[in-house]
């Protein structure tokens, strides 16, 4: 969060307004990979926690316990594997060909800003990290939390500190590159080098001897179209705001936009870690039916999670009000639009706890209503966004957020919580 946060700073004050609405329209558009992944990670980490409940790590990826969950495990990482590489592909390709037709119909002096190499390497780049999504979803699930978010730690001190250098040095949008590039080649030297035996028994492994005992058809598909089609719904419900902005009113208000909104998602993203560090934990619970203790961890965690995201948005509406005026302020919205997106943000980390519940059960019961939600909002934001800007699109998300979003998570999630209890 901290990285973060300088990161925000030292953009506003290195890039010219363009540049950073570039910037930002790159995170959003890079996002549409969410539609090539399908949601299959935190299928993957959830179905590898069940999957471990009898199972234990061995030296260099090596794994102990009941033959058939061990068998499993590697099956349904073999499938996941095969998936992303098919995934990364597509993605590379389609990613590579829209993105260079959105961002040279822009209206912009495009002579000054050299945005098509940067873009064209960080779509490879983003390729390839997605080649090692699987494997640390799996590894992740099975308890391994504080080893990979060990591992993430590290990629972000890196990449953040080679992204101020070369902000500094005037590297201008290839700093876009830099998490995806560190990413790809730390997670493949880390699995190299402490799971050679798990990749190999991976790659290895037999599909038909196991044809038996685990279904992708009928274990895991039925949870992952779901679980897509709600992540997909959350892309236009989060990422769809700074493309917009960018088309019908260019790239300055886009980096407002993305600047604003990469604020709210640090912040709801780091409240959300208090619930994700506890994902295998919370997984084993479920397996094992023990509601009293699933109930009680995770609603000590949510309060948690909830109670800093609550501090965060009021230190920065306050910040925000005591250095009204300077000049760097001027590249984010107006106080009363960004306290309205954090207030909505807030809102939306609410619904998402409630969702992420009810998925530790491997059940995708928010599909419908994500996929109503995302139809209402895109709606507004196109319609909104374009007469009247970012206070229009902000505006819809706060509406929608509290007189949909909320009331039909709280009400869905009471009624399962009921039923499968």
Not at 168 to 184: E, Y
Not at 231 to 259: C, D, R
């Amino acid at each position: 969060m901290l990285a973060g946060a300088l990161t925000l700073i030292l953009v506003a004050h290195f890039f010219t307004s363009e540049e950073q609405g570039y910037f930002y329209t790159f995170n959003s558009v890079i996002g549409l990979q969410i539609i090539f992944e399908m949601g299959l990670s935190f299928v993957i980490l959830q179905f590898s926690g069940h999957y471990f409940a009898s199972l234990s790590w061995l030296k260099l990826g090596a794994i102990k316990g009941d033959s058939s969950n061990v068998k499993k495990f590697l099956l349904l990482l073999n499938h996941a594997v095969f998936w992303y590489a098919l995934a990364a592909i597509i993605m590379a390709l389609l990613l590579l060909t829209a993105g260079l037709y959105f961002f040279s119909h822009q209206k912009s002096n495009l002579s000054e800003i050299s945005w098509q190499l940067p873009w064209i390497f960080l779509v490879i780049f983003t390729a390839f990290n997605l080649l090692c999504t699987p494997s640390l979803a799996a590894i992740e699930g099975s308890g391994q939390v504080v080893n990979v978010n060990r591992l993430r730690l590290a990629q972000g001190v890196v990449s953040s500190f080679l992204s101020w250098i070369l902000l500094v040095l005037g590297a201008r949008l290839w700093i876009a590159v830099i998490p995806v590039l560190v990413a790809s080649t730390t997670s493949s030297y880390w699995l190299l080098r402490f799971f050679p035996i798990l990749i190999k028994s991976v790659v290895k492994v037999d599909r038909a001897e196991g044809k038996d005992i685990f279904s992708w058809k009928h274990e895991v598909w039925p949870m992952q179209w779901r679980i897509a089609i709600s992540w997909i719904s959350g892309y236009f419900i989060f990422q769809l705001f700074t493309p917009v902005l960018f088309y019908y009113h260019g790239a300055v208000e886009a980096g407002k936009m993305g600047m604003s909104i990469a604020i709210a998602t640090i912040l709801t993203s780091v409240g959300f870690v208090w619930m994700q560090a506890n994902s295998p934990s919370l997984t084993k619970l479920v397996s094992n039916s023990n509601w009293k203790e699933f109930d009680r961890t995770f609603f000590q965690l949510f309060m948690q999670s909830s109670a800093f995201v609550f501090i965060s948005i009021v230190t920065i509406v306050t910040c925000l009000s005591l250095f009204k005026g300077v000049s760097i302020l001027e590249r984010v919205l107006p106080l009363l639009e960004m306290i309205m997106l954090l207030i909505a943000f807030s809102i939306s980390h609410i619904v998402g706890a409630l969702a992420y519940y009810l998925r530790l059960h491997k059940r995708e019961p928010f599909m419908v209503l994500s996929v109503i939600g995302a139809i209402i909002l895109t709606a507004s934001i196109l319609y909104f966004g374009r007469i009247y800007g970012a206070r229009g699109m902000v505006i819809s998300l706060l509406s929608i957020n509290v007189l949909y979003g909320l009331p039909t998570a709280l009400w869905l999630w009471n009624k399962l919580r009921r039923e499968w209890h």
